[in-house]
């Protein structure tokens, strides 16, 4: 297991920016490709960005593409999700995952084994 913990949700206003970290603690870290997905009240949970163990690969969903960029530092066990022009459709709560290989199935949420509980994020119109 990767146990993760996200952070730097909050309120912002529709154009405004926020970017959200996820530590994981253990020592697989930066074997493991990770994603953010994002769960709406009432909606399914979707998928919004996800990156390769390297870093040097990544992939978002077409709703947040050149408004959101994925990253990660192996050595401090932290991937980001830096979110500008924020849009009040992208309310909702974001999680972080940590999934076992990177490619075509990184969007799904079966490709993710652990997961974090999620930090709220809230933009006004």
């Known amino acids: 297991q990767v146990p993760l913990v996200e952070s730097g949700g909050g309120l912002v206003q529709a154009g405004g920016s926020l970017r959200l970290s996820c530590i994981a603690s253990?020592?697989?870290?930066?074997?493991?490709?990770m994603g953010w997905f994002r769960q709406a009240p009432g909606k399914e949970r979707e998928f919004v960005a996800a990156i390769s163990w390297t870093g040097t690969s990544t992939d978002y969903a077409d709703s947040v593409k050149g408004r959101f960029t994925i990253s990660r530092d192996n050595a401090k066990k932290t991937v980001y999700l830096q979110m500008n022009s924020l849009l009040p459709d992208d309310t909702s709560v974001y999680y972080c995952?940590?999934?076992?290989?990177?490619?075509?199935?990184?969007?799904?949420?079966?490709?993710?084994?652990?997961w974090g509980q999620g930090t709220q994020v809230t933009v006004s119109s």
């Open positions: 253990g020592r697989t870290f930066s074997a493991n490709p």
């Open positions: 995952a940590a999934g076992n290989r990177f490619g075509p199935t990184s969007r799904a949420r079966l490709a993710y084994a652990d």
